[in-house]
Structures are given as structure tokens and as C-alpha cells.
């Protein structure tokens, strides 16, 4: 079983930088094609925010968050981290990470995944 924890969540100012992680305290993530990060604002619809391959080799950013945030794994510790600089108050949100299994998924949808974190709050006050 893949059971996925988030920590490092909280309150910054607008500039400032937070990191993101993502444990599973389940099985290693060998099993684990891909993880991915998503945020869901109050009102807003759940919305991808990064992605990274079971090798590390391969990365994906939304749009809004390109050039600010960076996602990477540590094999050794079974976690996923996603850096976040330069942060907005759009940004604020719950943040979510995902573990999927399957393989033949872009890693960009929901439903690309079948484990999911509690999710952690990141709030950016301007």
C-alpha cells in the first residue's frame, strides 16, 4: 500500500519560499511510475501543478508556476519535494501529492493517479 504524508505547509509573504514534501511511509516507491503535486483553492477546481517520473528524469510544470516552483525525489528517503520561490498570493491553496501506478499516463490529470496525500495548506499573504 502507498501512503503518501505532506508537511511544510504554512504562512509566507509574498517573495518568499516554502518546500513541499511528500513521504510515503507505505511501500517504497519502486511500485510508483509517477508523483505528481496538485492545489486546490477555495471555490477552484483541483489544478496540476508538477510532475516527476518514477527515474526523476522527467519533469512537468503547470503554466502558472514554471520557472518558480522545481519538484524532485530522494530515492533513499521515498520522497517527493517541490521547491517553491517567488511565491504569489495565487498561490495559496491545499496542496496535494499523488502517486501513480499505472503506466501510459501523462501524469497531468486526477485521474492519472490512485493515491492521494491529506493535502497541506500553503498560504501567501501580499
Known amino acids: 500500500q502507498v501512503q503518501l504524508v505532506e508537511s511544510g505547509g504554512g504562512l509566507v509573504q509574498a517573495g518568499g519560499s516554502l518546500r513541499l514534501s511528500c513521504a510515503n511511509s507505505?511501500?517504497?516507491?519502486?511500485?510508483?511510475?509517477?508523483v505528481g503535486w496538485f492545489r486546490q483553492a477555495p471555490g477552484k477546481e483541483r489544478e496540476f501543478v508538477a510532475y516527476i517520473s518514477s527515474s526523476g528524469g522527467t519533469t512537468y510544470y503547470g503554466d502558472s508556476v514554471k520557472g518558480r516552483f522545481t519538484i524532485s525525489r530522494d530515492s533513499a528517503k521515498n520522497t517527493v519535494y517541490l521547491q517553491m520561490n517567488d511565491l504569489h498570493s495565487e498561490d495559496t491553496a491545499v496542496y496535494y501529492c499523488?502517486?501513480?501506478?499505472?503506466?501510459?499516463?501523462?501524469?497531468?490529470?486526477?485521474?492519472?493517479?490512485?493515491?492521494w496525500g491529506q493535502g497541506t495548506q500553503v498560504t501567501v499573504s501580499s
Open positions: 499523488a502517486a501513480g501506478v499505472r503506466r501510459l499516463r501523462t501524469g497531468l490529470y486526477s485521474y492519472d493517479y490512485e493515491y
Open positions: 507505505g511501500r517504497t516507491f519502486g511500485s510508483v511510475v509517477m
